[in-house]
């Protein structure tokens, strides 16, 4: 099953939520650091918790550049346990040269075989095309980003009255010629979401921001009801994967993904009956 | 020595020329193939012979996550053959939300204990703040890049006239307290490196482009020496590492660089003289 079908097939489901595995050593529950890998150990758990519940996992990839010689290793033997048929993310923001962006293409699609990366539009359209080439693979692209430096340059005003994310919307939408561009759009810029969900109407959304960074999950899914859309997911990392930091923290984390998926079934039935 | 001071050294001797060590499998000589690590024992061959004339080394980071399990491990021991005092850079292009730029940071500048990083602005200022905590290392954010993709978006023109690549400039010199920010700047944009040097006058520059992606050195070198600046290294990769295929690669590396450097050297002279 390509990516765009996984995502497509949850959405179908009512599954909504990504789980962010954003370990942290230093966050973990202090009990498995008596474990091997404590870092494996916990995603694991997470993992075989939250699988009949998520839409997708996404891997932050910057935590798994400080295990030096164990990264690949930890990232790689934590894939094994996700079901078949379950969209798989690499949060990496890449984004370089043409034959740079080859390697971290090759690198992450082919022999780690995510079947998604996120990458960062600056450099522009070479610099995302080698990610592109696999019709068969989904390429969320920053749009706008749930941090506050998005004031500085995504939402900066062009000469021709558009706002920076929206110029790289548009060019997102040319380069969709395989149907595999996706875009990053942050939970927490609500009145964005609203004003251009139509611009990106052929672009699957990832959302991160919501929880720990403040967006709400109401405002993102009323949105997405109004305009009759269902290809996307909202990310949710911190507020759910460290829910507790006792033994029961793999079940804490179950009921809170089964606590956001009945919310947002709520809201789909209420926007039925309503 | 910091990473600042390790560069203005090399400048006053010279050396501008930083070797970049886009190292890939399929372009080394192939009589290396024979060897355990292949692409460790070309490193450690290019980084001893052009050593004398270099002015930093660059690591190119996407063409190390490739080797899975031995990722860190040829990265790692690639380093230790660099001579104290050298400038070490970490060509990553990283930048995400505040908690996991701080973790690339981590990985990077202080497990891995490079001098330098390049980052991508397109976040805004808390996705680059992490890497600027420590005022030892010098941090090369994009500007304006090598590529033709430049036309996208970083040579928009904004609301107030100027270009992205401005505005991402101007607000680096906001960000420099610390002065240890650093900018990339395409050495194929030679009527924009004219036009824009002075509004980056306090911020050492990194120059990819010249060599395989076709930047003139002599129009770069020229730009600098009319702005009385010695403050930027010149990266050159390909055009420089495989310049024979054959047993004597590292002394070509070696002669090439040379010449490159005999090249600065008359264009310093003839502007002093003439």
Known sequence: MNALDKLKKKNEEGKFICVGLDTDINKIPTHLLKCENPILEFNKAIIESCSDFAAAFKFNFAFYERERFKLFETLIR???????????????????????????????????????????????EDSISPFLRNQDKLIFILALTS??????????KLENGRFLFQHVIEKINSWNQKKNCGIVFGATNSYELKENVEIFRDLPVLLPGIGAQGGSLTDVISTFIKA?????IINVSRSLIYKSNGKDYSEESKKEIISLNNLIEKLYNKENNG
């Open 228 to 232: 009759n859309r269902k290809d996307y």
């Open 147 to 156: 941090n506050s430096g998005a004031i500085d340059f995504e939402k900066t």
């Open 78 to 124: 934590s894939l094994e346990f996700i079901p078949e048929n379950m969209l798989i993310i690499a949060d990496a923001k890449r984004g370089d040269i043409g034959n740079t962006s080859e390697m971290y293409a090759k690198a992450i699609l082919e022999d780690l075989q995510f079947d998604s990366i996120t990458v960062n539009p600056y450099m522009g």
